[in-house]
């Protein structure tokens, strides 16, 4: 999505996140009824949620709110429940007090895990904001149980002693034969409708040095430390799946004209909603790169590890998916985010010997994908989410540009 100018001149002015889809622009909400009480929930590491419970078949007045910077939709029923509803909001710049227009927001999960608990829609970017108007128009189903609002707010960050940068190391040698080819990729077995390596919560042996060919070196990356998560919200064990054969590269649908010094509270905000909205274990996204090329950790558990993300649907398992943070529908990536993807993806590959310009076969997960469950799937080795789900996800800029990214991670694994 084109920001306005108007628009770019706010701190990280609305635009969609996770479901990877730009906002639409409705017209105004019909006559709303009165306003539920909200319940404000705060965390230790300095964020917070406040929840408003949605009346069935009403619509939420504009109301003022407790400063927030993310919204989004919560149920307690199935993740499709609001499949075909309109689901729109508005909000107030805390800032200069002016309402926004109304944005929809999308209400059929592209990501995830493949057993999600309940339904949530993608969440909303707003920046600083202290006031909120909601309207719902059911779709066939109904009004799901459980209808809420959250709003977030993602704090300072929680402190910590941990290390907070893993630096980059040093180009890998080659052996003193030469380059080492890349290995050729054997497609796995196809299973029986099942993923091809089943989650465990069993940490595997950690890759060594020249285990695999085609290795890269491991890019600068900034820990769970650095950017401020709130390690008492997780799940506090680990979750594995087989090596890692697999990079899905997506955008977070944010604005693109932001300092990179406030990435981080993307990022937080983002944790806290997949948690305790989406009800989560963690942040769906194992890497995240900023406008800056600076790449994140996300979900925890080792960034050399094959740690079970939560990012394309039906096709988690043996891969790793990496969100670049801004909206490239329109706007071109800048080179230091390409430079960040291929980085991160060339390391991660080649940590099993996995050639970045090769292809991979991956086993659906869910009939939710473009895949029916057990469909066995050719994809390149670094794809968009979108050749997985029915998704805009990364963005028609970032998409044309990916086998520009596929050739740059190659090149980084041989030298």
Known sequence: MRLSTTAARRSLPAALLAGCTAALLLQPAATATSSPAPQRHDFAGGGSTTTLPLPAGAVLAPRGTEPFELLGLGWDGPTRALADAVVRVRTRDAATGRWSGWHRLETEASDGPDDAAHGATAPLWTGRSDGVAVEVRPGPAGVPPGLRLDLVDPGRGAPSTAVRTLPAE?????????????????PPKPSSGQPTTPPSVEPPSRPTAGSAGGQAPRPGIVTRAGWGADESLRDQDFEYTGPVREVFVHHTAT????????????IRAIYVYHVKTNGWRDIGYNFLVDRCGTVYEGRAGGVDLPVHGA???????????????GTYDGDQPPGPVLDGLAALAAWKLGLTGR???????LTSGSDASRYPKGTVVDFDAVSGHRDAVATECPGAALYARLPDLRAAAAALQTG
């Open 170 to 186: 040093p180009p890998v040698e080659p052996p003193s034969g030469g380059p080492t080819a890349p290995p050729s990729v054997e």
């Open 255 to 266: 604005a693109t004209d932001y300092a990179c010094a406030d990435a981080p509270r993307v």
């Open 311 to 325: 990012h394309t649907l039906g096709f988690n398992t043996d891969s790793t998916g990496v969100a670049a943070i």
């Open 355 to 361: 050639p970045a310009d090769g292809r991979t076969q």
